[in-house]
């Protein structure tokens, strides 16, 4: 009787022990699974080139299509005649230099506005042009909303005292509008990529921000003392 509740403890013992172990390797491989897929995720963004450039006449046309068919008339002569990055490894602050060679882009007051798709692409452009600002005569502004409040970036601009400026469309807009903000040249971060190799025009919600921006240059007479560059 003893033997045969031995057999039988040992027998369910075993069973339990079994399922147990399959539950166990049906969970290993499940990680095993999602952990490949996380190393094979990771390598696609690392494998992402944030330098890869559009044609140039695909910019232009990118943007005219942009301003949308009511501005196409008044703004496709304007982004025609601007200037676009050809060097794929160009950084911002060497097209910045390159073209402020042949005219000014900022002055105090007036200042070089450089428009990026995000806060974060914001604070790495700010920090690649850094040097280079710190030459101007003037401040620099920065003009997104993370961390900074609208009423903060009216003041700073008051002054008059911005000669670069760097930030996202829809507060760039809104600050032209209130007449805060007269900038000598607009630099649009057009060909940066992101993680998900994504330019500015590729964000639904970017490109709507960027068609608000584009249709204040819709006036000649904004427009006329603008330069327009594109990077």
């Given at each position: 009787?003893?033997?045969?509740?031995?057999?039988?403890?040992?027998?369910?013992?075993?069973?339990?022990?079994?399922?147990?172990?399959?539950?166990?390797?049906?969970?290993?491989?499940?990680l095993?699974?999602?952990q490949?897929?996380?190393?094979?995720?990771k390598?696609?963004?690392?494998?992402?080139?944030?330098?890869?450039?559009?044609?140039?006449?695909?910019?232009?046309?990118?943007?005219?299509?942009?301003?949308?068919?009511?501005?196409?008339?008044?703004?496709?002569?304007?982004?025609?005649?601007?200037?676009?990055?050809?060097?794929?490894?160009?950084?911002?602050?060497?097209?910045?230099?390159?073209?402020?060679?042949?005219?000014?882009l900022?002055?105090?007051?007036?200042?070089?506005?450089?428009v990026?798709?995000a806060?974060?692409r914001?604070?790495?452009?700010?920090?690649?042009?850094?040097?280079?600002?710190?030459?101007?005569?003037?401040?620099?502004?920065?003009l997104?909303?993370?961390?900074?409040?609208?009423?903060?970036?009216?003041?700073?601009?008051?002054?008059?005292?911005?000669?670069?400026?760097?930030?996202?469309?829809?507060?760039?807009?809104?600050?032209?509008?209130?007449?805060?903000?007269?900038?000598?040249?607009?630099?649009i971060?057009?060909?940066?990529?992101?993680?998900?190799?994504a330019?500015?025009?590729?964000?639904?919600?970017?490109?709507?921000?960027?068609?608000?921006?584009?249709?204040?240059?819709?006036?000649?007479?904004?427009?006329?003392?603008?330069?327009?560059?594109i990077?």
């Open positions: 009787m003893a033997e045969d509740l031995q057999d039988e403890w040992w027998e369910e013992y075993r069973k339990k022990s079994s399922a147990e172990e399959d539950e166990a390797d049906k969970n290993d491989n499940e095993s699974k999602r490949k897929k996380l190393k094979k995720r390598r696609k963004i690392e494998e992402v080139n944030t330098t890869a450039m559009s044609a140039e006449d695909d910019v232009k046309t990118a943007l005219i299509d942009v301003a949308g068919t009511v501005l196409k008339e008044e703004l496709s002569g304007w982004i025609e005649s601007s200037t676009i990055r050809l060097d794929v490894d160009q950084t911002m602050t060497g097209f910045l230099e390159e073209h402020e060679s042949k005219e000014p900022c002055a105090v007051s007036n200042p070089v506005v450089i990026c798709g806060g974060k914001c604070t790495d452009v700010l920090r690649d042009i850094q040097t280079w600002s710190k030459e101007k005569e003037g401040n620099t502004a920065k997104f909303a993370k961390h900074f409040k609208i009423v903060e970036q009216v003041k700073h601009l008051a002054k008059g005292k911005t000669s670069v400026a760097v930030g996202t469309p829809s507060r760039i807009a809104k600050l032209i509008e209130d007449g805060c903000l007269k900038p000598k040249s607009i630099v971060d057009f060909n940066f990529r992101n993680e998900k190799k330019r500015l025009i590729d964000d639904k919600h970017v490109k709507e921000q960027l068609k608000e921006l584009l249709k204040i240059f819709g006036d000649e007479t904004k427009r006329s003392t603008v330069r327009l560059l990077y």
